[in-house]
T-cell receptor, first 121, second 110 residues
Framework: QGHLVQSGSELKKPGASVKVSCKTS????????IHWVRQAPGQGLEWMGW????????TYAPGFSGRFVFSLDTSVTTAHLQISSLKADDTAVYYC??????????????WGQGTTISVSS | DIVMTQSPDSLAVSLGERATINCKSS?????????LAWYQQKPGQSPRLLIY???TRQSGVPQRFSGSGSGTDFTLTISSLQAEDVAVYYC?????????FGQGTKVEIK
């Protein structure tokens, strides 16, 4: 059926980096893409981009290139989101979600529980 | 980018009554299918996929949830509101990147 489990909450200082993991299970890792979605406190959902789990090729939404990096560790069927040079407005819940194809566009059918990243001095 | 606009921003409906949420996209999301999904997010929880291809109910979603529409105008209907349906509902297009969400509609009990 599929299950995504994310790493725990993090409190970071401005300028630091953070890496969020999204451990997948219950399905063939390379047959589903992994997407990332951000939700700032009290706000709506914002699509950050996705990574092709067959090729490892990432695609970033405008505003999420440069400091944001999607990666994979296929040996443990895990996707990662790394954010560098953290700013206060990176404070948000970050979700991973899967899509039923590494190439085609479908809805996000299974979501991780979310990882809260708080950035404060 | 495709802009998704939901209406209303919030609504209060009596238990057992119908709730209707509208979603309009700034350009058509149709190409053989309507690349439009609806998600439910309860407080403190992750979003949950309810509807995809504008009108196909995800496995396990109660039949009181239905989606309709095509092209640029879509509707999510909860036919008989239950207490557990209190949530924020989002439409989302997956037609072209960047994928975009509506701003959300908060559904409460009157």
């Amino acid at each position: 059926q599929g299950h995504l489990v994310q790493s725990g909450s993090e409190l970071k200082k401005p300028g630091a980096s953070v890496k969020v993991s999204c451990k997948t299970s219950g399905y063939v890792f390379s047959t589903y893409a992994i997407h990332w979605v951000r939700q700032a406190p009290g706000q709506g959902l914002e699509w950050m981009g996705w990574i092709n789990t067959k090729t490892g090729n990432p695609t970033y939404a405008p505003g999420f290139s440069g400091r944001f990096v999607f990666s994979l560790d296929t040996s443990v069927t895990t996707a990662h989101l790394q954010i560098s040079s953290l700013k206060a407005d990176d404070t948000a819940v970050y979700y991973c979600a899967r899509v039923d194809s590494p190439y085609h566009y479908y809805a996000m059918d299974v979501w991780g529980q979310g990882t809260t990243i708080s950035v404060s001095s | 980018d495709i802009v998704m606009t939901q209406s209303p921003d919030s609504l209060a409906v009596s238990l057992g009554e119908r709730a209707t949420i509208n979603c309009k996209s700034s350009q058509s999301v149709y190409n053989s299918e309507n690349y439009l999904a609806w998600y439910q997010q309860k407080p403190g929880q992750s979003p949950r996929l309810l509807i995809y291809w504008a009108s196909t109910r995800q496995s396990g979603v109660p039949q009181r949830f239905s989606g309709s529409g095509s092209g640029t105008d879509f509707t999510l209907t909860i036919s008989s509101l239950q207490a557990e349906d209190v949530a924020v509902y989002y439409c989302q297009q997956y037609y072209i990147t960047p994928w975009t969400f509506g701003q959300g509609t908060k559904v409460e009990i009157k």
